[in-house]
């Protein structure tokens, strides 16, 4: 007993004769050694650098997400915007516009919004823009981010043959047809 109050005196001298402004310390432990005893081990917790910021934006895109995928298997139809038939810019406006975001309606005045990113930066919540077809010049597709996992980008749209699905930006058709990522959280 009488060493260990010895110890604690000690260490409350040494940090008392220590500079005035406090060193933050990202370590995980800490090792306080005095003459003559034992090392012990102080575990220290590491501070979260998540901002709240970037929560509400997980949020947000993973609310998007969610109700785009409550989508899945509808069936495609030219300007629809409900479970009945939608085709791909009206999947992505309705999982918007359920979530309080207001955005255009088709996919060429989407591709726009928003902050254009590289194809390796892209994260849940981001748009991507195809032009699908052979004669047109400008975007005629659009898809939102559902999952990243490495190269592998999946994402939610409505296709005319297959109606609502997610897709992976690695298959053929897809990546040579891919124009440009969109950040719009």
């Known amino acids: 007993m009488f060493r ?20 933050r310390t990202y ?19 590491e501070p979260k650098r998540e901002r709240k910021k970037e929560r509400r934006k997980n949020t947000k895109a993973n609310e998007i997400i969610s109700t785009a995928l409550n989508f899945s298997g509808t069936r495609y139809k030219y300007g629809g915007t409900t479970k009945r038939g939608m085709d791909c810019s ?8 359920e979530n309080d975001i207001m955005f255009p309606r088709t996919s060429y ?3 726009m919004e928003g902050q254009k990113i590289r194809v390796n930066n892209v994260e ?23 999952d990243v ?3 592998d980008i999946k994402f939610i749209h409505a296709t005319t043959s297959r109606g609502v699905l997610v897709s992976s930006l690695r298959e ?11 950040r719009i959280l």
């Open 4 to 23: 260990k109050t010895i110890i604690l005196l000690l260490f409350f001298a040494i940090t008392a004769c220590g500079p005035g402004k406090k060193r």
């Open 27 to 45: 370590s995980k432990t800490r090792t306080v050694t005095v003459e003559g005893s034992t090392t012990d081990t102080i575990p220290k917790e």
């Open 124 to 146: 849940k919540g981001d748009l991507l823009f195809f032009k699908t077809s052979k004669t047109g010049r400008r975007i005629n597709h659009v898809g939102l981010v559902v």
């Open 90 to 97: 009206g999947l992505v406006y309705v999982s918007l516009k």
């Open 149 to 151: 996992d490495g190269n």
């Open 172 to 182: 053929g058709y897809w990546n040579s047809a891919f124009v440009k990522a969109m």
């Open 109 to 111: 005045q989407m591709a």
